[in-house]
């Protein structure tokens, strides 16, 4: 019965602590990437792509995301339609910490291409295909907290 009550306490103890630890990222911090995959405007929206933290995110000086932890993102809007001329933008989804792969939300970015006519941008229209090369940085903005 006493080794029963101890096992109970030593696994509540486990608990709580393992509460504490949890690291919360709060909304609105920066997370920086470089690109793993080649994206472009005319990949479907929905694709996903690979990046990695480009720089250590901490939180009141611990490092939450280590420089180098992969982080994968989406298409949110493309060319690939050809009836909606829209302009390239993504956001990231993921984020891999401990082999667990944590949701994020953040901002839509919109890499830069190249630029566009006058009659292009009053209609709407994107000049050309963006290729978004591997290696680029990127910065995203967390809407959400995301605990770790």
Same mark, same amino acid.
């Given at each position: 019965?006493?080794?029963t009550k101890i096992i109970a306490v030593i696994v509540m103890v486990c608990a709580v602590a393992s509460l504490t630890n949890a690291a919360t990222i709060p909304a609105g911090t920066t997370l920086a990437v470089t690109t793993v995959s080649l994206i472009t405007s005319q990949d479907a929206?929905?694709?996903?792509?690979? /990046?990695?933290? /480009?720089?250590d995110v901490s939180v009141k000086g611990s490092v939450m995301l280590k420089a180098g932890t992969k982080a994968f993102?989406?298409? %949110?809007?493309?060319?690939?339609?050809?009836?909606?001329?829209? /302009? *390239?933008?993504?956001? *990231? #989804?993921l984020v891999e910490v401990n082999g667990r792969r944590v949701p994020v939300k953040t901002n839509t970015v919109e890499p830069h291409g190249p630029p566009q006519t006058g009659r292009q941008a009053q209609y709407g %229209? #994107? /000049?050309g295909t963006t290729v978004v090369n591997p290696k680029t940085l990127l910065q995203f903005q967390l809407r959400q907290p995301v605990a770790l």
């Open positions: 019965m006493n080794q929206v929905g694709s996903s792509f690979e /990046a990695k933290i /480009a720089q993102g989406k298409i %949110h809007s493309s060319r690939r339609n050809p009836r909606k001329s829209e /302009a *390239l933008s993504v956001e *990231l #989804t %229209h #994107t /000049a």
